[in-house]
């Protein structure tokens, strides 16, 4: 499956069901970037409306704002995570993305995974 994430010129997701509206295949999809559609404005209620038929993967991550996306363990941010995952399936892909290379002073990742894998479970249930 090939799925087009919400970035770039496509934030939203009723930016990204516009650029997959013409395309009709059921190989092609949606990958919900959650930061980048809630800097878009769009509440993930309307992501997931725009996007329910054809989302694939989602990826989440949390940040302190807008203004300072340096990555934040996961409930630490400002990011409504909860609010995304409680739209989802139960067997939805949900991943984490932890950007440090771009973030230096961002807290390793290796010893945050117990816990976010802990917290998301826990959103999960």
Same mark, same amino acid.
């Not at 970037?33 to 038929?53: F, I, S």
């Given at each position: 499956?090939?799925?087009?994430?919400?970035?770039?010129?496509?934030? /939203?997701? #009723?930016? &990204? *069901?516009?650029? %997959?509206?013409? @395309?009709?295949?059921?190989? !092609?999809?949606?990958?919900? $970037?959650?930061?980048?559609?809630?800097?878009?404005?769009?509440?993930?209620?309307? /992501?997931? #409306?725009? &996007? *329910?038929?054809? %989302?694939?993967? @989602?990826?989440?991550?949390? !940040?302190?704002?807008?203004? $300072?996306?340096?990555?934040?363990?996961?409930?630490?941010?400002?990011?409504?995570?909860?609010?995304?995952?409680?739209?989802?399936?139960?067997?939805?892909?949900?991943?984490?993305?932890?950007?440090?290379?771009?973030?230096?002073?961002?807290?390793?990742?290796?010893?945050?995974?117990?816990?976010?894998?802990?917290?998301?479970?826990?959103?999960?249930?």
């Amino acid at each position: 499956r090939v799925l087009v994430e919400t970035h770039d010129s496509h934030p /939203t997701g #009723r930016d &990204l *069901a516009r650029l %997959l509206a013409p @395309v009709d295949h059921p190989a !092609v999809g949606a990958l919900w $970037d959650l930061q980048h559609t809630v800097l878009g404005g769009e509440p993930p209620q309307a /992501t997931h #409306r725009a &996007l *329910a038929g054809r %989302l694939g993967h @989602v990826q989440v991550k949390d !940040v302190a704002s807008a203004a $300072d996306r340096t990555p934040l363990p996961l409930g630490a941010g400002t990011l409504p995570i909860a609010a995304c995952l409680a739209l989802l399936p139960a067997d939805a892909w949900v991943c984490w993305e932890y950007e440090v290379p771009w973030y230096p002073e961002a807290a390793p990742l290796a010893p945050l995974l117990g816990a976010a894998a802990a917290w998301l479970a826990g959103l999960r249930r």
